[in-house]
C-alpha cells in the first residue's frame, strides 16, 4: 500500500489480494506512521491493543450483570488463556474481530434501556468496523449474542422503529462505501471487495472451498484455547446442565448465547481453530460467574482443586525438568540450549512460589489481584506460566525453525548484490517476503520452464527460493556448483521431520548461465 499509494486496492508484490477487508491493513499503516518504521512491532501491535480492549469489555460486561468479583476473575482468565496470549501476539485480525465482537456486546448491554438511535448507531458502527477488519462474523455474532435477551423481553419490537432502520441503515452504508470506492477506482484491478465477501463469509459458511474440518472440531479447540482454565471451564459446564431454570437471568442469557454461537460456528462448513475464538471472553464470564456464584460449593471445591492441581503439577514437571531432559533427547533427539535448562525450572518456581505466599501473607495474593483468596494463587501461577512460556520459553524454542532467522540470512545475502534478482519457485512465503523487504518487484515461477529461463537469465546475481519438497525438479536446471546443497536452509527440530518438505531453501546463482 506504501509503495503503490493506493490504501483501497490491497496487493502483494503487484497481485491482487482482497481476501480480507481494508481496516486491518489500515490499523497496521497507522501503527507504522506513528512509530515511523514498518516492523514487527507495527504489524502486532493493533492485535496486541485489540486483544486488551475485549479484556477491557469482558471486565466491563463482568461487572455490569454480575458483581466485581466476576469482573475481575474472567479478566485474568481471559488475560492468560492460551488462545489470548497466542493471537495478541500474531500479526492477523482475528483479536481485532474478538474485540470488536465484546464491545458490542458491551455496547449493547450499556445502552440497553435506551433504545434510540444513538444506541443502534453506537452498536451497528462497532459491528461494521469490526466486519471490515475479518469479516461480517463481527456481525453476526453480536446478533446472535444479543438475540436471547431481546427475544425474551421483548425487546424486539424496539427493532421496528424508524430510528433502529435508521441506525441499521447508516451502519450498512458505512459498510458498504470503502468497498464502492474501492470498485469505482479499480482503472484495470482485477478484485472486487464485496465479491469476495461473498465467496469467503457466506459461500465458505455453506459451500466450503477449503478449511474443512469435522462438526465436533470445537469441542476440542474451545478448551484447548481457554488453558490453563480448561478444567474451571468444563466443570462450569457440566454442573450447569441440569441447573438452567435455576440460574439468575444473567447467566441464562450468557448460556444461552454461547450455545447459539457455539451452534452457529459448528454447522458452518467451513471450520479452522481460530474461528471460535471470540467465544473466550463468554466463557471466561460464564466461567467466572460460577465460580463466584454461592450455591455449588461442592462441583466448585471439585473444579478448583482440579484446576489448582493441573497448575502445580505444570509448576512441578517444569521444576523436574532436568531429569526429564535426556529422556527427550534419547525419544526425539533434541538437546535443549542452557537457556532453556535454565529457563524452565526458575518458571517453575516462580509458579509455584503463589502457593507457598498464599500460607504466609494470604492477603498479599488478595490485593495484588483483586480476586477471592481461593482464585489469587491460581491466577498468579497462570501469569506467571503462561507469560513465560510466550515471552521466554517460545523464544528460545522457535529459534531453529523460524522463518525469521532464514529471511533475515537471505536479506543479508541479498543486500550485498544491490542488483540481485529473485525469485519464488511456486509457493510465496508472506514472512519471508516481510523480512526480505525486497524493494524491488520479486518473480512468482510457476514451472519448470519458467525456472529454467530465470536461471539463464543475464543478471549478474539471482536468487531463486523455494520450499523443500520442490527440490528434486529444481536440480536437473541448477548450475553444477548450486546443486550439493542450498546456499541457505530454514532449519528444523528432529520432531518436526514431518514438515521438512515445507521448509524455505534457497540458491545463490552466480554469472550468466547457458
Not at 474472567?74 to 492477523?92: D, N, P, Q, V
Request: glycine share 6%.
Amino acid at each position: 500500500m506504501f509503495l503503490r499509494g493506493d490504501f483501497f486496492h490491497p496487493t502483494v508484490k503487484d497481485n491482487p489480494y482482497f481476501d480480507k477487508p481494508l481496516l486491518g491493513y489500515w490499523l497496521i499503516a497507522l501503527t507504522s506512521l506513528i512509530l515511523g518504521r514498518l516492523d514487527e512491532w507495527a504489524v502486532r501491535l493493533p492485535s496486541a491493543v485489540s486483544g486488551l480492549a475485549g479484556i477491557w469489555a469482558t471486565v466491563y460486561l463482568g461487572r455490569k450483570l454480575w458483581s466485581f468479583d466476576v469482573a475481575r476473575t474472567a479478566g485474568w482468565m481471559l488475560l492468560t488463556s492460551y488462545g489470548i496470549l497466542f493471537w495478541t501476539r500474531t500479526g492477523a485480525a482475528d483479536m481485532e474481530n474478538l474485540a470488536a465482537i465484546t464491545l458490542a456486546v458491551a455496547w449493547y448491554w450499556a445502552r440497553r434501556e435506551k433504545p434510540n438511535f444513538i444506541s443502534y448507531f453506537g452498536f451497528y458502527l462497532i459491528c461494521f468496523l469490526g466486519a471490515h477488519t475479518k469479516g461480517l462474523t463481527a456481525v453476526v455474532v453480536p446478533a446472535l449474542l444479543v438475540l436471547p435477551d431481546v427475544l425474551r423481553g421483548r425487546r424486539w419490537r424496539n427493532l421496528l422503529t424508524l430510528s433502529h432502520v435508521l441506525a441499521l441503515t447508516a451502519g450498512l452504508a458505512l459498510y458498504l462505501a470503502p468497498f464502492i470506492y474501492a470498485a469505482m477506482t479499480a482503472e484495470g484491478y482485477s478484485e472486487n471487495g464485496l465479491v469476495l465477501v461473498f465467496r469467503e463469509n457466506i459461500l465458505r459458511f455453506v459451500q466450503p472451498f477449503d478449511h474443512v474440518e469435522p462438526p465436533y472440531v470445537y469441542l476440542y479447540y474451545l478448551p484447548l484455547f481457554f488453558l490453563p482454565w480448561a478444567p474451571l471451564l468444563l466443570t462450569a459446564v457440566t454442573a450447569s446442565v441440569g441447573s438452567f431454570r435455576r440460574m439468575n437471568p444473567a447467566t441464562r442469557w450468557l448460556a444461552e448465547a454461547v450455545v447459539l454461537v457455539f451452534f452457529f460456528f459448528t454447522i458452518s462448513g467451513s471450520r479452522r481453530n481460530y474461528y471460535i475464538l471470540p467465544l473466550l471472553p463468554f466463557c471466561a464470564l460464564f466461567t467466572s460467574a460460577f465460580f463466584m456464584t454461592k450455591g455449588k460449593e461442592r462441583r466448585q471445591r471439585l473444579g478448583l482443586g482440579l484446576q489448582a492441581g493441573l497448575l502445580v503439577l505444570l509448576c512441578l514437571i517444569e521444576i523436574a525438568s532436568p531429569a526429564f531432559w535426556p529422556m527427550v533427547k534419547a525419544r526425539t533427539g533434541f538437546m535443549p540450549p542452557w537457556d532453556l535448562k535454565l529457563a524452565t525450572p526458575a518458571l517453575g518456581l516462580l509458579a509455584l512460589a503463589p502457593w507457598l505466599i498464599r500460607r504466609l501473607a494470604p492477603n498479599l495474593l488478595v490485593r495484588i489481584t483483586g480476586t477471592r483468596l481461593k482464585m489469587a494463587p491460581m491466577v498468579l501461577s497462570a501469569a506467571v506460566l503462561m507469560g513465560g512460556f510466550f515471552c521466554w520459553q517460545q523464544e528460545i524454542l522457535s529459534r531453529p525453525g523460524d522463518e525469521r532467522i532464514f529471511a533475515k540470512s537471505l536479506r543479508a545475502q541479498v543486500m550485498e548484490s544491490p542488483s540481485a534478482d529473485i525469485a519464488f519457485y511456486k509457493d510465496v512465503s508472506p514472512k519471508v517476503l516481510f523480512y526480505v523487504d525486497y524493494p524491488g518487484p520479486v518473480k512468482i515461477l510457476n514451472d519448470i520452464d519458467s525456472a529454467q529461463s530465470f536461471i539463464k537469465s543475464g543478471n549478474e546475481v539471482k536468487f531463486l527460493v523455494s520450499n523443500r519438497e520442490y527440490m528434486p525438479e529444481l536440480l536437473p536446471v541448477l548450475p553444477d556448483g548450486n546443486r550439493k546443497e542450498p546456499t541457505l536452509s530454514e532449519k528444523y527440530y528432529a520432531w518436526d521431520k514431518d514438515k521438512i518438505s515445507t521448509n524455505m531453501v534457497a540458491w545463490k546463482v552466480v554469472g550468466k548461465n547457458k
